[in-house]
């Protein structure tokens, strides 16, 4: 990987993209930091000592919604709009039909993407103020509460352009990038506030070193499961056409153990904790409270067993919605390709399923488990200053950071590679 990036920053135009992106990083920073008028700084940091779905919102903004930035809705609208659009594609055919019609097809779901993000971003404004100025944490009259849903929505929708951004002229995806960085912004003040309680002896050595054991031990297992693919062999008929014969190659069909990401942890997190946001707008309601903490992961051992059945039900739903079992085995009849040893049509169809269902079993298994992780791990180290440790955050960095080194080194082979005549 160290090659990797040496390497890059000797090339002026790959220097020039890993570049492009640190500077892109930079204003986010600063617009990190920006607040908006009227929030009681105090009361909004008691606020989000409860946690609940606040804090993991905090987290994907970097930390910008607890400071209630112009960047405090970061880029979430723009993730929930991509999982809506991506999800009516299958449910109505007109979108169906158009996310088929290639490249100009593509641009048009961006477009309403787009448009649905805005849309989103205002409307989880309004709501944020609304419960921040019922707590008394916000004072604004309502042309400066209207100032301030016109902002944070503008704060996403440039977010969203700063992430297309990186695509086109950084390296990798941008919007996870943009998401990468929100999280990485948070550590320094971690690491900071771990170390002030390891100096004051607040924390001992052996917690220290049994934290560290289980972050590692942790990414290796990220990593392990990123990576792992189930190859399925393919053969490829032989057809003659002319005096040529194309295909009778061999080659396979690559299926990958944790093929729904991250999507199964951000669902199960909404659907969990929303009984504390219920709670957080209407207190007063008896027993709501009581029930929501006791559905809160990591409170108890029935709330964190709802949890981890929750993630692998909606592991399960995400890929076979992004992985379409169908659709692939007709694609295989149709080119003449088969995998060795089961008929095409239906046979394949049910091997295919079936060998999906298994390997998508211990993918939902893995992403339970680094789910309840992030709560665990304080329970069993005494380390509660350090939160990426579990759950969506090491899962988008990890998965992040080896995406970004794939490309990286795939920009690399594309300059360096000869071709066949010399």
Same mark, same amino acid.
């Given at each position: 990987?160290?090659?990797?990036?040496?390497?890059?920053?000797?090339?002026?135009?790959?220097?020039?993209?890993?570049?492009?992106?640190?500077?892109?990083?930079?204003?986010?920073?600063?617009? !990190?930091?920006?607040?908006?008028?009227?929030?009681?700084?105090?009361?909004?940091?008691?606020?989000?000592?409860?946690? /609940?779905?606040?804090?993991? *919102?905090? =987290?994907?903004?970097?930390?910008?919604?607890?400071?209630?930035?112009?960047?405090?809705?970061?880029?979430?609208?723009?993730?929930? %709009?991509?999982?809506?659009?991506?999800?009516?594609?299958?449910?109505?055919?007109?979108?169906?039909?158009?996310?088929?019609?290639?490249?100009?097809?593509?641009?048009?779901?961006?477009?309403?993407?787009?448009?649905?993000?805005?849309? *989103?971003?205002?409307?989880?404004?309004?709501?944020?103020?609304?419960?921040?100025?019922?707590?008394?944490?916000?004072?604004?009259?309502?042309?400066?509460?209207?100032?301030?849903?016109?902002?944070?929505?503008?704060?996403?929708?440039?977010?969203?352009?700063?992430?297309?951004?990186?695509?086109?002229? /950084?390296?990798?995806?941008?919007?996870?990038?943009?998401?990468?960085?929100?999280?990485?912004?948070?550590?320094?003040?971690?690491?900071?506030?771990?170390?002030?309680? =390891?100096?004051?002896? %607040?924390?001992?050595?052996?917690?220290?070193? %049994?934290?560290?054991?289980?972050?590692?031990?942790?990414?290796?297992?990220?990593? %392990?499961?990123?990576?792992?693919?189930?190859?399925?062999?393919?053969?490829?008929?032989?057809?003659?056409?002319?005096?040529?014969?194309?295909? /009778?190659?061999?080659?396979?069909?690559?299926?990958?153990?944790?093929?729904?990401?991250?999507?199964?942890?951000?669902?199960?997190?909404?659907?969990? !904790?929303?009984?504390?946001?219920?709670?957080?707008?209407?207190?007063?309601?008896?027993? *709501?409270?009581?029930?929501?903490? #006791?559905?809160?992961?990591?409170?108890?051992?029935?709330?964190?067993?709802?949890?981890?059945?929750?993630?692998?039900?909606?592991?399960?739903?995400?890929?076979?919605?992004?992985?379409?079992?169908?659709?692939?085995?007709?694609?295989?009849?149709?080119?003449?390709?088969?995998?060795?040893?089961?008929?095409?049509?239906?046979?394949?169809?049910?091997?295919?399923?079936?060998?999906?269902?298994?390997?998508?079993?211990?993918?939902?298994?893995?992403?339970?488990?680094?789910?309840?992780?992030?709560? #665990?791990?304080?329970?069993?180290?005494?380390?509660?200053?350090?939160?990426?440790?579990?759950?969506?955050?090491?899962?988008?960095?990890?998965?992040?950071?080896?995406?970004?080194?794939?490309?990286?080194?795939?920009?690399?082979?594309?300059?360096?590679?000869?071709?066949?005549?010399?």
């Amino acid at each position: 990987m160290l090659q990797s990036l040496i390497a890059a920053f000797r090339l002026p135009d790959l220097r020039k993209r890993i570049l492009f992106v640190f500077g892109m990083f930079a204003v986010y920073v600063v617009g !990190l930091h920006i607040p908006v008028p009227g929030v009681d700084r105090a009361a909004m940091e008691r606020l989000f000592t409860q946690g /609940g779905l606040l804090g993991l *919102l905090d =987290v994907f903004s970097g930390g910008a919604l607890k400071r209630y930035t112009i960047f405090a809705m970061g880029i979430a609208p723009y993730i929930n %709009a991509s999982i809506i659009m991506q999800l009516l594609s299958i449910a109505v055919p007109s979108l169906e039909a158009l996310s088929k019609e290639g490249e100009h097809g593509r641009k048009k779901i961006s477009q309403y993407t787009r448009y649905l993000t805005v849309g *989103l971003a205002a409307l989880q404004a309004v709501g944020m103020n609304a419960m921040f100025q019922r707590s008394g944490i916000l004072e604004a009259t309502p042309f400066v509460f209207f100032q301030i849903v016109i902002t944070l929505a503008a704060g996403t929708a440039f977010l969203m352009w700063v992430g297309e951004q990186i695509t086109d002229r /950084g390296i990798g995806n941008g919007v996870s990038m943009v998401i990468f960085a929100g999280i990485v912004a948070s550590l320094p003040f971690q690491i900071s506030q771990t170390w002030d309680l =390891v100096s004051k002896r %607040a924390i001992g050595i052996p917690s220290v070193i %049994a934290f560290l054991t289980l972050f590692i031990g942790t990414v290796v297992g990220i990593v %392990a499961i990123q990576q792992a693919q189930r190859k399925i062999p393919i053969q490829h008929v032989k057809r003659v056409v002319g005096n040529k014969v194309y295909g /009778g190659s061999t080659s396979f069909l690559p299926l990958r153990v944790n093929s729904a990401g991250v999507i199964p942890i951000i669902f199960a997190v909404s659907i969990q !904790l929303f009984p504390m946001t219920l709670a957080q707008f209407f207190p007063n309601v008896r027993g *709501l409270q009581a029930f929501s903490n #006791w559905l809160q992961p990591g409170n108890n051992i029935w709330a964190s067993l709802i949890y981890a059945l929750v993630i692998v039900f909606f592991t399960y739903f995400y890929t076979a919605v992004t992985f379409n079992v169908t659709d692939v085995s007709e694609n295989l009849k149709k080119y003449g390709s088969f995998i060795p040893g089961i008929r095409p049509g239906k046979p394949t169809l049910d091997y295919l399923d079936r060998v999906m269902t298994r390997i998508t079993l211990a993918g939902a298994i893995f992403l339970a488990l680094i789910a309840l992780m992030q709560y #665990w791990a304080p329970q069993l180290t005494g380390v509660h200053t350090f939160y990426l440790i579990g759950g969506t955050s090491l899962l988008i960095v990890v998965g992040v950071a080896l995406e970004t080194m794939q490309a990286i080194e795939a920009h690399l082979l594309m300059r360096n590679y000869e071709g066949f005549i010399k």
